[in-house]
């Protein structure tokens, strides 16, 4: 069983996952840096100084504190649109990468099929 484990854990795909989880933690980290301290007081100066955190109402002896979560929302929307930025500019680069490679290959097949037709032309001249 310890064998099994060892192999799936050392796995490229686990290993993957296991940075992708580290790297993640630490994008969050700076976007949610990015909007509580840049994004949210520009949009609370553009409110007139409201802040959301500070938002939130009583019922009875229960605060209810709908701010934090007008918060979250805003900070889930701003990681998830900066990864999608961040997912679409390794997709454009990636795939002008593959264009290049095709191009190279195209070439290839042109060059081997050129030598094919030269070949056979000489073939044809010496007989």
């Keep these: 069983m310890w064998k099994d484990f060892k192999e799936f854990a050392s796995q490229g795909n686990v290993m993957d996952l296991a940075v992708a989880v580290i790297i993640g933690g630490a994008f969050g980290k700076i976007v949610s840096s990015l909007v509580d301290n840049i994004i949210m007081p520009i949009i609370g100066l553009l409110l007139g100084g409201l802040s959301f955190e500070g938002l939130k109402f009583t019922i009875g002896d229960a605060n209810i504190e709908y701010g934090v979560f007008i918060q979250n929302v805003v900070d889930f929307f701003i990681i998830a649109l900066s990864i999608f930025l961040f997912i679409r500019l390794i997709n454009s680069v990636r795939r002008k990468h593959d264009e ?28």
């Excluded at 290049?100 to 007989?127: A, F, M």
């Design 100 to 127: 290049e490679e095709e191009e190279t290959e195209e070439l290839d097949e042109q060059t081997k099929l050129l030598t094919e037709i030269r070949d056979l032309l000489k073939h044809q001249k010496e007989s």
